[in-house]
């Protein structure tokens, strides 16, 4: 899933953008979502609530926060969005490259430049890897993989503890939990062979083991898990293995 914000004092413009990328993921296959924001202030309190994107539509003038303070601001937070800038004028080149944007579109915006803008985005984007994305209440969350200590299941609900938050019960951030499977996020995860499956209800995050026993493991956030009896054999090889490869 793609997630996308558009942000621009102007309806049609917001309108417009939308259309084109919706129609553009139907045609390519791209399963996206698109948050629309009419100016900078609330696209940063969005984003601090906990909304990631891989991509940001911004304009650049906007009333109370235009488009190059929003994107500081994104960059300061150390988010790594791609931003394509909206209503380019020379006078704001220096300043627009020192939030290092993607791309730059005019108004009116010419649709094949719009595409061409987008592909290049979205190449970038598809060669990140290392992030976990889920939604939950119709809102979508990107976490790096590093971040991850390890995934708990609870009946339907799936709860994310990172280095930055360890809560596990039902009164967590919404962003720390999503309604899912475990064993279809360890499939997801595949690629990811520092992801260890250890019991029917955690898999867990080689990179943050603290300490492992035959029957326990400790991991970094302080949190001891039991490695079930059926997963003992499989995750005394996969830990070996996984430690040959960092020495």
């Given at each position: 899933?793609?997630?996308?914000?558009?942000?621009?004092?102007?309806?049609?413009?917001?309108?417009?953008?939308?259309?084109?990328?919706?129609?553009?993921?139907?045609?390519?296959?791209?399963?996206?979502?698109?948050?629309?924001?009419?100016?900078?202030?609330?696209?940063?309190?969005?984003?601090?609530?906990?909304?990631?994107?891989d991509l940001i539509?911004?304009?650049?003038?906007?009333?109370?926060?235009?488009?190059?303070?929003?994107?500081?601001?994104?960059?300061?937070?150390?988010?790594?969005?791609?931003?394509?800038?909206?209503?380019?004028?020379?006078?704001?080149?220096?300043?627009?490259?020192?939030?290092?944007?993607?791309?730059?579109?005019?108004?009116?915006?010419?649709?094949?430049?719009?595409?061409?803008?987008?592909?290049?985005?979205?190449?970038?984007?598809?060669?990140?890897?290392?992030?976990?994305?889920?939604?939950?209440?119709?809102?979508?969350?990107?976490?790096?993989?590093?971040?991850?200590?390890?995934?708990?299941?609870?009946?339907?609900?799936?709860?994310?503890?990172?280095?930055?938050?360890?809560?596990?019960?039902?009164?967590?951030?919404?962003?720390?939990?999503?309604?899912?499977?475990?064993?279809?996020?360890e499939k997801g995860?595949?690629?990811?062979?520092?992801?260890?499956?250890?019991?029917?209800?955690?898999?867990?995050?080689?990179?943050?083991?603290?300490?492992?026993?035959?029957?326990?493991?400790?991991?970094?956030?302080?949190?001891?898990?039991?490695?079930?009896?059926?997963?003992?054999?499989?995750?005394?090889?996969?830990?070996?293995?996984?430690?040959?490869?960092?020495?």
């Amino acid at each position: 899933m793609l997630s996308i914000a558009i942000c621009d004092d102007n309806t049609a413009t917001t309108t417009a953008i939308e259309n084109m990328l919706y129609k553009m993921g139907d045609a390519q296959n791209i399963r996206l979502n698109c948050d629309v924001f009419f100016d900078g202030s609330t696209l940063l309190q969005h984003i601090c609530q906990g909304f990631c994107y891989d991509l940001i539509y911004l304009d650049i003038e906007m009333k109370n926060v235009n488009g190059i303070s929003a994107a500081r601001q994104i960059r300061k937070m150390d988010i790594p969005a791609l931003i394509v800038y909206i209503t380019c004028h020379e006078k704001y080149i220096k300043d627009l490259f020192s939030t290092e944007p993607i791309g730059f579109l005019d108004k009116p915006i010419n649709e094949k430049d719009f595409y061409k803008v987008f592909e290049t985005a979205y190449n970038r984007i598809r060669q990140r890897s290392g992030y976990f994305t889920f939604s939950y209440n119709k809102s979508y969350t990107k976490i790096p993989l590093k971040n991850i200590c390890y995934f708990e299941s609870d009946n339907r609900v799936v709860y994310v503890h990172t280095i930055k938050n360890t809560a596990c019960s039902l009164s967590s951030s919404d962003k720390l939990k999503f309604y899912g499977k475990i064993n279809d996020i360890e499939k997801g995860l595949s690629d990811h062979n520092t992801f260890i499956r250890i019991h029917q209800s955690y898999l867990i995050n080689f990179d943050h083991i603290e300490y492992m026993s035959y029957t326990t493991v400790l991991m970094s956030n302080g949190k001891k898990l039991k490695i079930s009896e059926d997963h003992r054999k499989n995750v005394q090889i996969q830990f070996c293995s996984l430690a040959d490869l960092e020495r």
